[in-house]
């Protein structure tokens, strides 16, 4: 599943960052500590999602939800 339908709260890890060859979303989600193995957690969910990403917290559109496949 991506990000999109994750859980408030939850914490996921990521299983695959899939960007459809687009190296410069890649290597942004990459910066942000967005990558295979990782542990997420959706913190909030509105117009776009507030995630958890280690100890920072990010506004993510989407577009990049899409993007992150996850597991629990």
Same mark, same amino acid.
Do not use: H, W
């Given at each position: 599943m991506n990000l999109?339908?994750?859980?408030?709260?939850v914490e996921y890890r990521v299983t695959d960052?899939?960007?459809y060859?687009?190296?410069?979303m890649k290597a942004f989600l990459f910066s942000l500590g967005?990558?295979?193995?990782? %542990?997420i957690t959706v913190v909030d969910k509105k117009?776009? $999602?507030v995630v958890? +990403? %280690?100890?920072?917290?990010?506004?993510?559109d989407p577009? $990049?939800?899409a993007a +992150?496949?996850?597991?629990?």
């Amino acid at each position: 599943m991506n990000l999109n339908d994750a859980k408030l709260g939850v914490e996921y890890r990521v299983t695959d960052v899939n960007t459809y060859g687009d190296e410069d979303m890649k290597a942004f989600l990459f910066s942000l500590g967005c990558y295979s193995g990782e %542990k997420i957690t959706v913190v909030d969910k509105k117009k776009n $999602l507030v995630v958890s +990403i %280690k100890d920072a917290r990010y506004n993510i559109d989407p577009e $990049l939800g899409a993007a +992150i496949q996850i597991e629990e």
